[in-house]
């Protein structure tokens, strides 16, 4: 996606991917300012651990507690998160969201972030997580009302559900029965590679509205792109990169 729009933009530039084991983040990070890297996009499971190797981090990723994108500033590695913002821009494709209960499935960084997007734009937001203490605790950092165990969900009514777990990243699982959803909302997965998870299959044959996890990874890609760049971002021309990879991220 990054360089189908560094080369629709003009740009001598190029993204290329680094597998690095969660013990060997800090010399990643080492090497990156020997390297003169100019942008890093922090991918799981890194977004919170990575924080402790930068200069600085913006306000809204402190709040939010994750980092997603590092930018180098003169000498300085600066984190942001453009991932509340591509979460955003990604569900508001179906329905606003201002006003709505949402439940948001999951309490890692992804979570945090739309945790964070949520509350911001006047949604009612209950966290659900396996360990009920990391959602008890995401809750009072960001302002959510609720937070219980994953199987709480068809205790809660809800207008927009979103997954930030990994179930169903590679497989054919759902983190949530079939049952529990209705027509009556928006369902979104964070998780992209099946485009149309279970859990998205099964939303839409409720009835539900339905984002598959592409639209947040390349909303925040963009996000990403025009804050090193300062060009505005051809999201079309970087969708299309993502359909053409088959689906296998940035």
């Known amino acids: ?3 189908a729009a560094y080369r629709e933009r003009g740009l001598d530039a190029t993204y290329v991917a680094f597998d ?3 013990k060997l983040l800090g010399d990643a990070l080492r090497g990156a300012r020997a390297l003169g890297i100019r942008q890093l996009a922090v991918s799981l499971p890194h977004k919170v651990a990575v924080r402790k190797y930068l200069d600085r981090i913006d306000p809204v990723a402190q709040k939010i507690g994750a980092v997603n994108t590092i930018t180098r500033v003169e ?25 709505r209960r949402a439940v948001v499935l999951g309490a890692g960084g992804t979570a945090r972030a739309l945790v964070y997007a949520l509350c911001r734009e006047g949604a009612e937001v ?14 009072a950092d960001l302002g959510a009302r609720a ?10 009514r809800f207008e927009i559900l979103v997954n930030t777990t990994s179930v169903g990243l590679g497989s054919d699982l759902s983190p949530v029965a079939a049952e529990a959803l209705h027509p009556d909302c928006v369902v979104m997965d964070a998780v992209y ?9 099964d939303a839409a044959a ?21 804050s ?4 505005k971002a051809p999201l079309e021309a970087m969708a299309r990169a993502f359909d053409q990879a088959g689906g296998s991220g940035t």
């Open 20 to 22: 690095v084991a969660p």
């Open 206 to 226: 409720a009835g539900a509205r339905t984002v598959e996890g592409k639209w947040m990874l390349v909303h925040q890609a963009a996000l990403q792109f025009e």
């Open 147 to 156: 937070a219980g165990p994953l199987g709480a969900l068809p205790d809660h």
């Open 1 to 3: 996606m990054h360089r």
């Open 126 to 139: 209950t966290v659900l997580n396996r360990t009920v203490a990391t959602a008890e605790g995401l809750a």
């Open 75 to 99: 000498d300085e590695l600066v984190g942001s998160n453009t991932d509340w913002q591509g979460a955003l821009r990604a569900l508001e494709r179906e329905a606003p969201v201002a006003g």
């Open 193 to 201: 590679e099946p485009a149309r998870t279970r859990l998205l299959r």
């Open 228 to 231: 090193w760049s300062g060009c």
